[in-house]
């Protein structure tokens, strides 16, 4: 009997050498074999999404970094490394002193922030809130984590999977401005939304 080998593309021909040696079919069966192969992918074990095998996850922190960037002019955008991702929100979105509630400006930020997280769902958030040096140090930790689970809330709000988020509350703890003089104190009542490969 004789064989064809017509094939729509190289990589069909490849598989099918490799699986069988040298296979036999007729010029009507091989198009449906074309169909049947499909691209080999890897599943990720925390959702019940597929990437292609080759596709590069320093990638995939880049598409993200890039997305975050053009999106928020107005918000400190940095990389930490190659799969670490942070968003600081700026002074003027600082919170009162005492207050944990966000402004309807920063709802609307975290709204699309969600989107963009809910379209890259391989990454962990970490939430991190932070204080002024106003009052004792125990009394800011629990207002930096109530800080944080205000943005977590807003990201569950926005369909963001919980188990992916993390908060933290540092109070005081890790200033980024002077706590000497009200506009560093303003500086300084801020949150950190840190997305990072899982295994980080």
Known sequence: MNCHFK?????????????????????????ELTKSIQPLVVKNVFYDTSYDANYNLDNYFNDQFIIFKRSFPDLIVSRESSRVIKITLP???GYQTGKSKLNVKLNTHIEKIAET??????????????TDNVGNEKSNIKLSLARANEI??????????????????KGYSAPRCSNEIETGRNCNRRVEITIKDFAI
């Open 7 to 31: 094939f729509k593309t190289i990589g069909t021909a490849l598989i099918v050498s490799l699986l069988g040696g040298c296979a036999c079919f007729t010029s009507e069966e091989a198009p």
């Open 91 to 93: 002074t003027y979105y």
């Open 117 to 130: 997280l809910n379209t890259y769902k391989e990454t962990a958030i970490e939430v991190t809130g932070h």
């Open 152 to 169: 977590k809330n807003e990201l569950i709000k926005n369909n963001v999977d919980g188990p992916r988020i993390f908060v933290v509350g």
